[in-house]
């Protein structure tokens, strides 16, 4: 059981910048393991960014060039730097491991979830 507890979210205005962060238990990670999803209200949750052990990072395309995703391995912190925000990227923010990435079937999956932060974007 990986314990994932996330914080950072808030509210900002369009064109800002928040970093939300993921605090995991100690946990072995092989492949796309690690990552974000995040959940619109009457939307699918989805994929947002994964990194993995070696720091290889994949992107939803509507977030590449504006999120970076990186992770702390001594203390075990996931991050996710958002910039220049747009409202469609409201919603809550959930941490994920034990996920995968299906790179050619744009396939993402995740494996257990924290609670989740809320990111409000106003226009």
């Known amino acids: 059981q990986v314990q994932l507890v996330e914080s950072g979210g808030g509210s900002v205005q369009a064109g800002g910048s928040l970093r939300i962060s993921c605090q995991a238990s100690?946990?072995?990670?092989?492949?796309?393991?690690m990552g974000w999803f995040r959940q619109a209200p009457g939307k699918e949750r989805e994929g947002v960014a994964a990194?993995?052990?070696?720091?290889?990072?994949i992107y939803k395309d509507s977030v590449k060039g504006r999120f970076t995703i990186s992770q702390d391995n001594v203390k075990n912190i996931l991050y996710l730097q958002m910039t220049n925000l747009k409202p469609e990227d409201s919603g809550m923010y959930y941490c994920t491991a034990d996920m995968d990435v299906d790179v050619a079937a744009d396939g993402w999956y995740g494996g257990y979830w924290g609670q989740g932060t809320q990111v409000t974007v106003s226009s």
């Open positions: 990194i993995d052990s070696d720091g290889n990072t």
């Open positions: 100690p946990y072995t990670c092989t492949g796309y393991c």
